[in-house]
């Protein structure tokens, strides 16, 4: 007997629901009977019953059928169910829950709380991108310093992360100033340098082409000294 109860405890299936709308229910205005009342027919949908009483769902809930009734009209004025007429294959007119409201409006409070995270995110980065600056420097930043750094971020749309790239550039030419930080921006945006990635390639490129440049120079100093004037007999 238990084997047989256990068999069509199986055969039932299990019902899948987004582990984040099971986290954030309450934050898209839904009360636990709310929300264990849209399961219900979401359970009912996906065992092909499409229009469940009100009396089937307060049968597996702790409420009345006509609280159930009143909370469905609730959901339904709220926007998060709706009811639509269908036609089957016999062309019999019936109605049908649909939960498309409920995803839709979960999904738009998952692109609402990405945003907030990503603005979160900028501004923790901005704060940051100040204090390194203000370390590397070794004082406070002027007013103009401060307007500088935020036209970098919000005129010239530099990612954070690449400005700081800049200023280690900076560092490492000895040249620690604002002017020179952005004319290694200018120069890397007139590049289409966009990442740090980018960035260290173009600067390891840069620093061969000085290398060599100092190099040529050097052996052309050596020749003026050292060997007679070249004529070209030709002309």
Same mark, same amino acid.
């Given at each position: ?75 339904? !004025? @709220? ?5 639509? &007429?269908?036609?089957? $294959?016999?062309?019999? /007119?019936?109605?049908? *829950?649909? #939960? %498309? ?87 890397? !945006? @007139? ?5 740090? &990635?980018?960035?260290? $390639?173009?600067?390891? /490129?840069?620093?061969? *082409?000085? #290398? %060599? ?23």
């Amino acid at each position: 007997m238990i084997k047989d109860d256990f068999i069509q405890f199986l055969e039932e299936g299990n019902l899948s629901i987004p582990k984040f709308l099971l986290s954030n229910y309450t934050k898209l205005g839904l009360n636990e009977t709310e929300f264990i009342l849209l399961l219900h027919i979401h359970s009912f949908l996906e065992s092909g019953k499409t229009f469940p009483t009100p009396m089937e769902i307060a049968d597996l809930m702790t409420i009345s059928p006509s609280d159930c009734m009143e909370t469905i009209r609730h959901l339904l !004025k @709220k926007g998060y169910l709706t009811i639509s &007429d269908e036609m089957d $294959e016999l062309n019999i /007119k019936y109605e049908r *829950y649909s #939960l %498309q409201p409920l995803w839709e409006k979960m999904i738009q409070y998952m692109m609402e709380r990405k945003q907030i995270e990503k603005i979160q995110h900028t501004e923790e980065e901005e704060v940051s991108l100040y204090t390194i600056f203000e370390k590397e420097f070794a004082r406070p930043l002027s007013p103009f310093e401060c307007e500088s750094l935020s036209l970098w971020i919000d005129q010239d749309e530099h990612d954070t992360s690449v400005i700081k790239a800049a200023l280690r550039e900076a560092v490492l030419s000895g040249k620690l100033n604002f002017r020179y930080i952005d004319r290694i921006l200018f120069e890397w !945006k @007139k590049n289409g340098i966009k990442t740090v &990635d980018q960035a260290k $390639e173009y600067s390891k /490129k840069f620093r061969k *082409y000085q #290398l %060599q440049q100092k190099k040529t120079a050097v052996g052309h100093e050596k020749e003026q000294t050292n060997t007679v004037p070249f004529y070209n007999w030709l002309d």
